[in-house]
């Protein structure tokens, strides 16, 4: 049989031992991760008993999730399971990989191993059907990312990955999730969020892969193993950051070159933790994953001191104009036939357009948190939660100048961190509102922020009142790893309480809101669209068209283009927000 080998399996001098292993560079260990022989989903299946296809689609990338009913033995009766997989590729037999994959369409079938929205779909469906059928749904992870295509974004890729971890929040029977490879960013998060995580030893689990970080980071993509070495993406620094239950042994070497063991290793993990979870009485599910995700994600707390040090109420909303009706144009502004223009613009056609060049399109500025929280609330009624305020992010990588991003950070916004919170009102009825400032660290979601929507949800529960949340920025926070991605689900289990207790969740969607963001608190509750608002979705259009080699279309990811797609039901303009906000306070009420 013909194998693969990846380049340090070729030393002399490598041997497949915990010792060699460890000795990899982090780079290596990633390689290791996502080795094209190491056991995928379907490999696994072996160990589980009645095994029965179901949600079976022909839809473009639907096989990327593969869904099956099953059962473990057990002393007390079979286990009722609901198996929910990610196979990112056709087999782990590196010869009729390559035998598959010279078949016309076959790698076009597979995507790179990359789920799009059908995937997902698929998922959702499976979830449904398990609650409905009292099965454990288990959750197996394999994958490089979600689709990063114009295609899967007309699709809703960020709205179906954001169900998927509002189904597993709120689902009425137990959630497991393994990790049996490499689990990458919020193609893996969509299905991680569950009562308990495991990996496989040599997994890994990263928010971003190591050169796209090395690309941000550094200008270049040749410094990956700095980039995976810092950031701490093995499944064995996940464990010890908090962000995993358990590592499940691969006693006998690496899966690829040991299948077997790793599978017996496998099947013996999780059968125990099936037994536990199906223990649960069924009212506790709840409340313990409740209680689970409470303690996820680092932070700190800051002195008084501190924040007396930056704390200041800042905007970047465009004044008036004192003398006259206009301001200036923006350098270089052109129309669609590529003239230049120099006239300067309308203020108030330029407010009516929330800031956006009616010309070119040009966004000329993108407003502070304290600017939504003017326009969203009642003047003066927002005092921000003393549980909140002092919390700030923790440098729990020592990431390359990180504690420096956050000093300018603090300073630029006068934030101790991207998120703020605090109560309000909205025409006299009492709200909790959360705003974000795409100006602190292009409002990147991260750990203090999952921490801080949490509090501000149980504030929320206990006032009984309706929570706001504004939404922008551009994904999970790279400088925190994977801490930051895994703080997604936890704000999806914080809103579920509130949505569960009958209060309404209202999210403004501005500009940009993407990623982790999108695929979070974007994805959440009725979702009013920022009139004229752009780089809405999963994906940023930089790297679709990196990726793709074309060039997006002209309306992409604009609340134009997604109310065509059917996805912006919403659409306000900033003058109408706080009036539109009201409404639907108002009609919430009258329907309870």
């Keep these: 049989m013909k194998h693969f080998y990846l380049p340090f399996e070729k030393r002399n001098d490598f041997r497949y031992c915990p010792s060699c292993i460890e000795q990899l560079t982090e780079y290596e260990k990633y390689q290791l991760s996502f080795h094209p022989e190491r056991p995928k989903y379907l490999d696994y299946l072996d160990v589980f008993a009645d095994v029965t296809p179901c949600f079976e689609s022909s839809a473009h990338g639907a096989n990327?999730?593969?869904?099956?009913?099953?059962?473990?033995?057990?002393?007390?009766?079979?286990?009722?399971?609901?198996?929910?997989?990610?196979?990112?590729s056709p087999t782990s037999d590196f010869e009729q990989l390559q035998d598959m994959m010279k078949t016309n369409g076959t790698a076009e079938t597979w995507n790179q191993g990359m789920p799009t929205p059908a995937s997902y779909e698929r998922a959702l469906a499976a979830i449904k059907l398990a609650e409905k059928e009292q099965r454990l749904i288990i959750t197996i992870i394999d994958t490089p990312g979600a689709d990063p295509t114009e295609e899967a974004e007309a699709g809703g890729i960020a709205w179906k990955i954001g169900s998927c971890m509002q189904a597993l929040a709120e689902a009425t029977v137990p959630t497991l999730s393994v990790?049996?490879?490499?689990?990458?960013?919020?193609?893996?998060?969509?299905?991680?969020?569950?009562?308990?995580?495991?990996?496989?030893?040599?997994?890994?689990?990263?928010?971003?892969?190591?050169?796209?970080?090395?690309?941000?980071?550094?200008?270049?993509?040749?410094?990956?193993?700095?980039a995976a070495e810092i950031s701490q993406i093995t499944a064995r620094k996940a464990l010890q950051?908090?962000?995993?239950?358990?590592?499940?042994?691969?006693?006998?070497?690496?899966?690829?070159?040991?299948?077997?063991?790793?599978?017996?290793?496998?099947?013996?993990a999780v059968t125990r933790h099936a037994r536990e979870l199906l223990d649960i009485p069924r009212a506790e599910i709840f409340p313990r994953r409740v209680e689970r995700w409470r303690r996820i994600g680092q932070w700190e707390t800051l002195s008084e001191q501190t924040i007396a040090g930056f704390e200041q109420r800042k905007s970047r909303l465009i004044q008036p104009p004192r003398n006259g009706l206009f301001i200036k144009r923006h350098d270089n502004c052109r129309n669609e036939d590529q003239r230049r223009i120099y006239d300067p613009v309308l203020y108030s056609q330029l407010l009516h357009e929330n800031f956006v060049c009616p010309d070119c399109r040009y966004r000329y500025t993108r407003l502070s948190a304290w600017d939504y929280i003017d326009l969203a609330l009642d003047e003066g009624s927002f005092r921000e939660h003393a549980s909140t305020r002092l919390l700030g992010d923790k440098d729990i990588l020592s990431f390359p100048d990180y504690a420096e991003k956050l000093d300018e950070a603090r300073q630029k916004t006068g934030l101790a961190a991207a998120c703020i919170t605090g109560n309000g009102t909205v025409e006299q009825r009492q709200v909790v509102f959360c705003a974000t400032d795409f100006g602190f660290l292009g409002g990147s979601f991260c750990m203090s922020t999952g921490e801080k929507i949490w509090l501000a949800c149980q504030e929320a529960l206990e006032r009984r009142a309706p929570i706001i949340l504004q939404a922008s920025g551009g994904g999970a926070r790279m400088h925190e790893g994977c801490s930051s991605m895994v703080s997604i689900p936890k704000i999806h289990v914080a809103l579920s309480r509130v949505e569960k207790a009958g209060l309404q969740v209202i999210t403004i969607i501005t500009d940009p809101t993407l990623g982790g963001v999108a695929i979070g608190i974007g994805s959440r509750g009725v979702r009013l669209f920022e009139h004229r608002a752009a780089n809405i979705g999963f994906s940023g259009k930089r790297v679709i068209e990196q990726y793709t080699g074309k060039k997006t279309s002209r309306d992409f990811q604009t609340t134009g283009w997604l109310q065509q797609k059917g996805f912006a039901r919403h659409i306000v303009r900033l003058e109408t927000l706080k009036q539109h906000i009201g409404r639907l306070i108002g009609e919430h009420e009258r329907a309870s």
């Design 64 to 88: 990327l999730i593969q869904t099956h009913t099953a059962t473990l033995p057990s002393p007390s009766g079979p286990l009722r399971l609901m198996l929910i997989g990610q196979q990112s």
């Design 179 to 226: 990790i049996i490879n490499r689990g990458c960013s919020g193609g893996a998060i969509a299905l991680t969020g569950c009562d308990r995580v495991l990996a496989m030893e040599y997994a890994t689990y990263l928010v971003i892969s190591p050169e796209a970080c090395s690309s941000i980071l550094f200008r270049t993509r040749n410094k990956a193993n700095l």
């Design 241 to 268: 950051n908090g962000i995993l239950d358990e590592l499940i042994p691969e006693p006998d070497g690496p899966a690829h070159r040991f299948p077997e063991a790793a599978r017996q290793s496998f099947k013996k």
